[in-house]
């Protein structure tokens, strides 16, 4: 089994009011020259690995987790530590 | 300026009923053997570089991005050609 992180975001053309909030909000919170911010899905799994793994990847997020017309997606292979196990707030 | 992903997961202990949803979906799909699937957030931004990425990374995230209750959150620093830019379905 592989653990894989698949990440998935507004394409640019689509505006991204959930981005826009959280950009208008933290100068109010002292974060300043924060831009370009985009908020979309992390889905992080386990599967069976193999040479098709990629393509298994992609017809998951296009079938599932993503919407084609207006997402893109991302995914990586997480290493050990990394992910679920390594999450860590502080 | 750098560009920052943040992944926000529910805590581990948390139930994450849209993980347990796609999950159950996948094999309806054709795609067995998926196991242990956790939905998030994930966020991308542009923070001006310093020693105090870190601190402010963490910052964020605590006060704005995250609910440190129930969620457990990671971040990275995307190299070129990684994240907003390099997102592609295909």
Redesign the interface.
């Known amino acids: 089994?592989v653990?894989v992180?698949i990440?998935?975001?507004l394409?640019?053309e689509i505006l991204d009011p959930q981005?826009q909030a959280?950009?208008r909000?933290?100068p109010q919170?002292g974060?300043?020259?924060?831009?370009?911010?985009?908020?979309?899905?992390?889905?992080?799994?386990?599967?069976?690995d193999g040479d098709d793994l990629d393509e298994?990847v992609?017809?998951?997020?296009?079938?599932?987790?993503?919407n084609?017309v207006i997402?893109?997606?991302?995914y990586r292979v997480l290493g050990e530590g990394?992910?679920?196990e390594?999450?860590?707030?502080?």
Chains 1, 2 share one sequence.
């Open positions: 089994m653990r992180a990440d998935v975001l394409k640019d981005g959280i950009e909000a933290l919170l974060f300043e020259g924060v831009r370009d911010v985009r908020v979309g899905k992390h889905v992080e799994l386990d599967l069976p298994r992609h017809a998951m997020a296009d079938q599932l987790l993503a084609p997402e893109t997606f991302t990394e992910g679920r390594g999450h860590d707030a502080r």
